[in-house]
């Protein structure tokens, strides 16, 4: 039987939204493994004066579980 997780994270970038979505898979990804999908869940941007200075999001990354049974 397959089993999957999720774990809620938080990310930010400099650059762009796209960028902390990379962001947050690429530091899951260190510590789990078997990454399958990435839900953004919340999007916020911090501003200064007439700039936006940095991107943050809130995703939930699902992974896949192993089930702890020998590969043939």
Do not use: H
């Amino acid at each position: 039987m397959t089993m999957l997780k999720v774990i809620e994270v938080l990310a930010e970038s400099d650059t762009s939204f796209d960028d902390a979505v990379q962001n947050a898979v690429t530091q899951a990804a260190q510590s789990v493994r078997n990454v399958k999908s990435v839900y953004v869940k919340d999007m916020t941007a911090t501003v200064d004066g007439d700039r936006v200075t940095s991107y943050r999001i809130n995703a939930k990354i699902t992974f896949l579980l192993e089930d702890g049974t020998p590969q043939e």
